[in-house]
C-alpha cells in the first residue's frame, strides 16, 4: 500500500493538483475502464452464449458504472465546493473560480 501512497504523492507533486482531487479522478479513470473491458467479456460471452457469464458481466458492469457515477458526484463537489482545511478557512469563492462547475464536469459525462 505504501508504495501506491507514494505514486500519488509523486504524481500530485507533478501535476499541481491535491492529492483527493487525484485520488477521485484515478477512481473515476479506472471505473470507466473497467466498465469498457466488461463490455468487451460481455460482448464475448454473448456471442458464445454463455448465460452465466453474460449475467456476471452486466452485473460486474453496472458497479463499475455505480462507482463511476458516484466519483463524478463527488469530483464534482470538490471541484464546486473545494473540500478538506483550505475549504474552512473563507476561501470558497475564490476556489471556486479555479476548476470547473458542477455543470461542466457533468456536461462532459458521456
Do not use: W
Request: charged share 15%; proline share 1%.
Amino acid at each position: 500500500m505504501t508504495s501506491h501512497q507514494g505514486a500519488t504523492a509523486t504524481a500530485a507533486h507533478k501535476t499541481g493538483m491535491r492529492d483527493e482531487t487525484y485520488n477521485i479522478v484515478s477512481v473515476l479513470y479506472h471505473a470507466l475502464q473497467g466498465g469498457e473491458t466488461c463490455m468487451q467479456y460481455l460482448q464475448d460471452a454473448q456471442e458464445t452464449g454463455d448465460q452465466q457469464l453474460v449475467q456476471f458481466f452486466q452485473e460486474v458492469q453496472e458497479c463499475h458504472r455505480h462507482v463511476a457515477t458516484r466519483a463524478k458526484a463527488v469530483l464534482a463537489q470538490y471541484l464546486e465546493h473545494g473540500n478538506g482545511p483550505e475549504s474552512h478557512r473563507g476561501m470558497g469563492a475564490g476556489t471556486q473560480g479555479s476548476g470547473m462547475t458542477g455543470s461542466q464536469a457533468h456536461s462532459h459525462s458521456g
